[in-house]
């Protein structure tokens, strides 16, 4: 993205970064995260960060009060469009959907909110809402703006927006995740289900999986994956040894940070096979969200920023 700049004037005449350039690289980590909890996917969300771009350069900075809000404002509303093709496209999307993981720097975690935000559970309870409450939701519970800009951004009227996020709040109070732990917890819980899966020890994974442990996998139609949600820690440490052997082949488990929270990276014979999240609640494991779609596995050897 930054090339991008580079190429659309992004220089001033004394040889430092424009104005415009510098502005958009100063909020690209914000913007990016904005995008991406709107949509689920990285790929898209850059997408999104190169329209704005392309919009920012064209902007006369003069008339431009406050650059953070207006660069949300456009962000937002590339992303509201692209979330409107999307619905469509996850409908005929082979197998069930997850979010592209991203791997995530340690710090995320420290923030509760930010780190929740951007979960693969988090962002499984945003799918359900509109585009439009989603967008609202977004804007006002995770990175704070008021009524009025985030009613500039989705193009409504304040008092309609502030009864949006009412109803995105209820939504998503309902379905979201019961609780954050701390980083240390999240920890404790990932090493005892990788050294489980490690040894092959089923009734160490019955140890650690919650009773009501929910097990998703997303392969795109490409890979193989769980054709519906497995339920239970009995089903879900079977299916999880089962599905983790495979005749011939070395695996091995990295423990990594994905999307805020504890995951696992999976390799078999050095290539990697997936991502696969985990969600901890009260020191046992209550989701694994295995993603195995090629397609969704670009950022799984880098870390993103992601920001408010």
Do not use: C
């Not at 703006?145 to 304040?158: F, Q, S, T």
């Not at 709040?169 to 309902?174: D, E, F, K, P």
């Not at 009773?211 to 998703?216: E, F, Q, R």
């Not at 299916?239 to 695996?251: C, T, W």
Request: glycine share 8%; aromatic share 4%; charged share 25%.
């Amino acid at each position: 993205m930054v090339g991008a700049a580079d190429r659309v004037g992004g220089m001033s005449e004394d040889g430092g970064p424009a104005p415009a350039t510098e502005t958009f690289v100063a909020h690209r980590d914000l913007l990016f995260t904005v995008a991406y909890e709107m949509l689920g996917s990285a790929a898209d969300a850059e997408d999104v960060l190169q329209e704005t771009w392309l919009r920012w350069a064209d902007v006369d900075l003069d008339t431009v009060r406050d650059r953070r809000a207006y660069l949300v404002k456009v962000t937002t509303r590339q992303a509201l469009m692209r979330l409107r093709t999307l619905g469509r496209r996850r409908e005929s999307y082979v197998g069930p959907w997850l979010p592209e993981p991203l791997l995530t720097v340690p710090d995320v975690a420290e923030d509760v909110e930010l780190a929740e935000s951007v979960s693969m559970a988090m962002l499984l309870v945003l799918e359900t809402l509109q585009p439009t409450e989603r967008a609202v939701f977004v804007l006002r519970e995770v990175f704070g703006l008021d009524y009025d800009e985030i009613a500039d951004a989705v193009g409504r009227n304040p008092a309609t927006v502030r009864q949006i996020a009412h109803r995105a709040r209820g939504h998503v109070a309902a379905r979201r995740p019961r609780g954050a732990v701390s980083p240390a917890e999240a920890q404790g819980a990932l090493k005892a289900f990788q050294r489980a899966v490690e040894t092959g020890d089923l009734q160490g994974l019955l140890d650690v999986l919650a009773p009501d442990v929910v097990a998703l996998s997303d392969g795109g139609g490409v890979r193989q994956a769980l054709l519906r949600p497995v339920v239970g820690a009995d089903r879900v440490a079977r299916v999880v040894a089962a599905g983790l052997r495979r005749a011939g082949a070395a695996m091995s488990l990295e423990a990594v940070q994905a999307n805020g929270g504890p995951a696992l990276l999976v390799r078999f014979d050095g290539e990697i096979d997936g991502v696969m999240a985990v969600r901890v609640e009260d020191g046992l494991v209550t989701g694994l969200y295995y993603v195995r779609n090629p397609e969704k596995l670009s950022r799984v050897e880098r870390e993103t920023a992601v920001s408010r």
